[in-house]
């Protein structure tokens, strides 16, 4: 069972920058999952996917929102996997999952078996 632990959240001002880490352990991530991904979920709003990588080729993709101003990637000899958030606005806010799949490509919250607690970011305007 893979187990997955977010960290690097926090409060920050407008067109600022923060790096999130997702740390995976407990099982062979790279021969179990194939998909990493992060999403991020507001008060009051549903999950939304932010950004995934495949752990065997490093494709990556994004939602719209993130195109441009976030980047994600991997790190497999250590099982960690970044979200780099440039230029972040107040409708950044919420709290940040990292989740593991089999599957590829997918940008579905329900194709992901693994999740992480969460960290908060906070954008301040």
């Known amino acids: 069972q893979v187990q997955l632990v977010e960290s690097g959240g926090g409060l920050v001002q407008a067109g600022g920058s923060l790096r999130l880490s997702c740390a995976a352990s407990g099982g062979t991530v790279t021969f179990s999952m194939n998909t990493m991904g992060w999403f991020r979920q507001a008060p009051r709003k549903e999950r939304e996917f932010v950004a995934g990588?495949?752990?065997?080729?490093?494709?990556?993709y994004y939602s719209d929102s993130a195109k441009g101003r976030f980047t994600i990637s991997r790190d497999n000899p250590q099982n960690m996997v970044y979200l780099q958030m440039n230029s972040l606005k107040p409708e950044d806010t919420a709290v940040y999952y990292c989740a593991a799949t089999r599957l590829t490509d997918a940008t579905n919250r329900y194709a992901y078996s693994n999740w992480g607690q969460g960290t908060q970011v906070t954008v301040s305007s």
């Open positions: 990588i495949n752990w065997n080729n490093n494709k990556t």
